[in-house]
């Protein structure tokens, strides 16, 4: 099992920063990759950013592309969510998952994870 906790979520102005946390703990040794989804009030889970955990390579849904940034610290069995301009419509539940495999692709969707943290809320004002 690996357990997963996020901090970092809050409320901030349209053009605001904040960075999550996700911290990994048990049978971390099993995690491939990592992401992060957000769901919005009457929305479906949506694709933010994952990162392969030992290569470090990352991936981003187009919505958040040259404002957010994925990282991990392999020490600390933690990632990030550096999250840059922010805008009302990033405002939802963040969520962080793990994987312990993925098939090509698999990243973007909710089934190719394995672990959930249990979110934390960001708001942006406008």
């Known amino acids: 099992q690996v357990q997963l906790v996020e901090s970092g979520g809050g409320l901030v102005q349209a053009g605001g920063s904040l960075r999550l946390s996700c911290a990994a703990s048990?049978?971390?040794?099993?995690?491939?990759?990592m992401g992060w989804f957000r769901q919005a009030p009457g929305k479906e889970h949506e694709f933010v950013a994952a990162?392969?955990?030992?290569?470090?390579?990352?991936y981003y849904a187009d919505s958040v592309k040259g404002r957010f940034t994925i990282s991990r610290d392999n020490a600390k069995n933690t990632v990030y969510l550096q999250m840059n301009s922010l805008k009302p419509e990033d405002t939802a539940v963040y969520s962080c998952?793990?994987?312990?495999?993925?098939?090509?692709?698999?990243?973007?969707?909710?089934?190719?994870?394995?672990?959930w943290g249990q979110g934390t809320q960001v708001t942006v004002s406008s």
């Open positions: 048990g049978r971390t040794f099993s995690t491939y990759g």
């Open positions: 990162i392969i955990w030992s290569s470090g390579s990352t």
């Open positions: 998952a793990a994987a312990a495999q993925w098939p090509p692709g698999s990243y973007y969707y909710t089934s190719g994870y394995d672990y």
